[in-house]
Every structure is written in structure tokens, then in C-alpha cells.
């Protein structure tokens, strides 16, 4: 009898992108894919020849295409008062699913254009995984949850999740995850966002790693990476979008009483969660750039064993550690005080001359993974319906047509009126 031949070792380069977003590069079809193909573009170069080679994108990249359309909108330079100036000229879409799915303003404006928004989000991902032969981690981005009739697809009601797609070099579905714990901003006083549930979370194993998500937040939670973990993840992902000044101080705080400085919170996600061996290898992307008058940013990283890493370095704020096999640098060096004020500096609406001047970045590292011994989890249905919409043997319900024919209608006084404005 033949011995079994023993598998090699997986050896994956893994690429982290931090693109710089605005507003404005959401609101056509053309300016999103231009925007999502700069990302690989920036990727392009960190990537290994004839390897593998795995690309992580930033959380909430497609939840700024609600403006797709609405680019007459951004001159009222808040997304509260833009949202509502598009909900309003999308009544007839959005109205109906208020009144039918029971659902916040927010989150029906969302719906009324999800489908759509959908395709080209996922169409656009899956054609540039398939041009530059990576694996893509394509972020996230608030996602329906679908099942497929034939060759049509049929969208749950009311459901919104913070939805991270994963990839493979053809363009084909690896799996889905879902955002379990959600901030204040993605709860009902903001975006509106439906939790994911803490048993959905899988892993999925591939010849990039077995890879598992955690959703910004969700990387800072015990059940979450213990979830992960104990189904063997070897590289966590961690999409992330930080909603706020970097130097600020935390946003959600463990003790209120004790305040501590972002970087020093985040710590307790990628970084703490190789640094303990809970997981090998972390990958962690951040987005920059102000959105209208919200802020965004960071610093990007991905986290090892501290033995592969090539020096004790940490972010700003912070004290060198051992653990990052990469990290971007942030905009300034300065004391405590001068760094706080960089960021305020760089903040929407700050009037500073540095406002909205963050810094663009990518990073990769070369992991070394045992090989895969896991297989991979069943398809649910909705991952079967998204398999169909990339691979064109399904798409996404259209609009009715009098909703359409109706929208001129009703956007009509809103412009009259936003052109009066000073």
C-alpha cells in the first residue's frame, strides 16, 4: 500500500489596498468601476508572478453607491440632508418598500435601488478579480439577502447586511460573510443595517489561505474570532472603514470613564488577535478621505507571527511592538498634541488647508500557511443565487416601470428648488 503523499505548505502574497474615496466617485457607473480598477491598479505592482496572490478591499466600499445618480445632490454637502434630498426624488421607488417591508426612510432608500446597485458592485469585483488573477476579499457593502427562482433572483424583505464577498482568480463565488456586530452609525440612527448572526460565520478554505472575515468591529469580538479560530481560520480579513479622525480618542469605549487614544484601541483587533495565536495571519485595509461631512481614517496593516516580522514598529499613538509584517504610515510624526490636531486638521468640513489630505497606500506580505485539511462549508442560499448572478445565469429583479416613468416627476421641484439655493 502507498503512504499518502504529504501536501506542501500554501504560499500566498496577501496585498493590502488603502484608497483615498469621495462622494463624487459614486455617483455614475463609470466613476465607481474607474474607482474600484485604481484600487487593483495600486495593487498591481506588490503582486507575485505566477503566485498566489490575495487582495483585501476596504469595509462599506459600495455603500456610497446609493448615490449613483444623485451627484446633482452632493452640494448639500451632509449625507443626512443628501439622503433625504434622494429619498424624496425617489419616492415612487422608494415609498412602496417603506410601506411594504415595514422599513426606516434610510433603509428603503437603500432597498429601492439594491438590486441594481448590487450587480454592478459584484460584476465589477468579479471582472477585476478575474483581469488581475488574484483572489479578492472585495470589502463590503450593504447586500439584500437573495434566492434564486429560475433565472431570476428573489430578495428577502427588509434584510440589509454589512456583506463581505469573497472571490476566486475566475471570478467565481468563495463565500459570504456578514457583519455581526454593528456600530451606532450602521444601527437604526444611521445607515440602518440588519446584524448578521454569530452562527453564520465560516470559514472558507482555499489555496489562499482558509480565510475568514471579521468585519472591523467584529474583529475587536471575543465571539467572533473564537468562532473563527476554532474553525481553523488562518488568515482573518478585516475590512474596515473608521469612521473618524485617527488620533481621535476611541468611539466605543469598553470603560467610558477611561477614554484611550484610537490607535490604542485598535490594537485589540488584528494586531492582538496573530499577536496571541489565536489566528497566524491578519490582513486589515483601511479607506481614507471625507465623504461629504464624514471622516475616514487610518492605518492599514497586516499582522504575523512576531518572529516574521521585519522590526518592532505599531501605530501612531502607540509604542513599537513586534507583529506587523506591514503597516502603513500615517500622514505626520509629531508629539501626542500635534498629532490630535493633524487629525482634526484633516477632518470634513475643517476649513484647514490639510482638509481631506490623507495618505494613499499598499501593503503585501508572504505568508506561509499549512495546507488545507478543512473542506469547504455548503453553499447557503443566498451564496447560490449570488453564484448565478456572477456567472450570468441569473440576475436581479428589475424596477416596475411606472416607478421609473414616475421619478422625473417628482425629482422635478427638488432640483427647481436646489437651484435657488444659494
Not at 14 to 26: G, I, L, M, N
Not at 223 to 245: E, F, H, M, R, Y
Not at 270 to 291: C, D, E, F, H, K
Request: hydrophobic residues 40%; glycine residues 8%; charged residues 20%.
Amino acid at each position: 500500500m502507498t503512504a499518502p503523499t504529504p501536501q506542501a505548505p500554501r504560499h500566498v502574497r496577501a496585498v493590502a489596498v488603502q484608497p483615498h474615496w469621495s462622494a463624487r466617485d459614486f455617483t455614475t457607473t463609470e466613476a465607481f468601476r474607474r474607482w474600484m480598477r485604481a484600487q487593483l491598479d495600486m495593487a498591481r505592482p506588490h503582486l507575485k508572478p505566477g503566485g498566489v496572490n490575495l487582495v483585501v478591499l476596504t469595509e462599506l466600499n459600495g455603500l456610497p453607491l446609493v448615490l449613483r445618480g444623485g451627484g446633482w445632490a452632493l452640494r448639500l454637502r451632509t449625507f443626512e440632508r443628501v439622503a433625504l434630498a434622494l429619498f424624496l426624488a425617489r419616492l415612487p421607488r422608494a415609498l412602496p418598500v417603506l410601506l411594504r417591508e415595514r422599513v426606516s426612510p434610510i433603509r428603503a432608500l437603500q432597498l429601492a435601488g439594491i438590486d441594481a446597485n448590487t450587480e454592478l458592485y459584484l460584476h465589477t469585483c468579479r471582472d477585476l478579480a478575474r483581469e488581475y488573477g488574484v483572489y479578492l476579499c472585495c470589502g463590503s457593502a450593504p447586500m439584500p439577502r437573495y434566492t434564486r427562482s429560475g433565472t431570476t433572483l428573489r430578495r428577502a424583505p427588509g434584510v440589509l447586511t454589512n456583506q463581505t464577498v469573497l472571490l476566486d482568480p475566475h471570478g467565481d463565488l468563495i463565500g459570504v460573510t456578514d457583519k455581526v456586530h454593528l456600530t451606532p452609525d450602521e444601527e437604526a440612527g444611521g445607515v440602518d443595517l440588519t446584524p448578521g448572526h454569530l452562527n453564520d460565520l465560516r470559514v472558507f478554505p482555499t489555496p489562499a489561505g482558509d480565510l475568514g472575515v471579521a468585519i472591523s468591529l467584529d474583529a475587536f469580538r471575543a465571539d467572533v474570532i473564537g468562532s473563527l479560530a476554532a474553525q481553523g481560520c488562518t488568515v482573518l480579513l478585516q475590512p474596515d472603514a473608521n469612521g473618524s479622525p485617527w488620533t481621535a480618542k476611541e468611539g466605543l469605549p469598553p470603560d467610558p470613564a477611561h477614554l484611550r487614544d484610537q490607535p490604542v484601541a485598535w490594537l485589540e483587533s488584528s494586531w492582538q488577535v496573530t499577536a496571541q495565536r489565536q489566528i497566524p495571519y491578519a490582513v486589515n485595509p483601511m479607506v481614507v478621505g471625507n465623504l461629504l461631512d464624514l471622516t475616514f481614517d487610518g492605518q492599514s496593516g497586516i499582522t504575523g507571527p512576531a518572529e516574521e516580522a521585519p522590526g518592532a514598529r505599531s501605530y501612531v499613538l502607540t509604542d513599537p511592538r513586534p507583529g506587523f509584517l506591514a503597516l502603513s504610515p500615517w500622514v505626520t510624526d509629531g508629539t501626542p498634541d500635534e498629532l490630535r490636531q493633524a487629525g482634526l486638521d484633516r477632518a470634513a468640513h475643517s476649513g484647514h488647508p490639510l482638509e481631506n489630505r490623507y495618505r494613499e497606500d499598499t501593503l503585501h506580505a508572504d505568508l506561509t500557511l499549512p495546507p488545507a485539511t478543512r473542506p469547504a462549508p455548503p453553499r447557503t442560499p443566498h451564496e447560490d443565487a449570488l453564484h448565478a448572478l456572477l456567472r450570468g445565469e441569473a440576475r436581479a429583479p428589475r424596477p416596475s416601470p411606472w416607478a421609473l416613468a414616475a421619478l422625473p416627476l417628482l425629482a422635478l421641484p427638488l432640483l427647481t428648488w436646489l437651484r435657488r439655493r444659494p
